[in-house]
Nanobody
């Protein structure tokens, strides 16, 4: 069973930055794509960005140009650098490994005006 542990969330003013981390257990990290999702109150969980095992990336329009995903296969860790944060980025952020159904506990990001 894959375990995912997200961290790095917090309270930040609009225009600020945060860097999220997600550490995955097990030996399959390096052969799986990793992705970041978020879920705002009363909304469905949405896919923000993904990175392949070889580093190719894709982004949702809502975060393109502001968020950057990266990975360190030696540390089983995927990162999400979030810049130019907006109030509407407030949500719980989750990472996911490939098609594995496991979710972590998420990390709360709150952006104040």
């Amino acid at each position: 069973q894959v375990q995912l542990v997200e961290s790095g969330g917090g309270l930040v003013q609009a225009g600020g930055s945060l860097r999220l981390s997600c550490v995955a257990s097990g030996s399959s990290f390096r052969i799986n794509a990793m992705s970041w999702y978020r879920q705002a109150p009363g909304k469905q969980r949405e896919l923000l960005t993904a990175i392949t095992p070889t580093g190719s990336t894709s982004y949702a329009d809502s975060v393109k140009g502001r968020f950057t995903i990266s990975r360190d296969n030696a540390k089983n860790t995927v990162y999400l650098q979030m810049n130019s944060l907006k109030v509407e980025d407030t949500a719980v952020y989750y990472c996911k490994m490939g098609i594995n159904p496991a979710w972590g506990q998420g990390t709360q990001v709150t952006v104040s005006p």
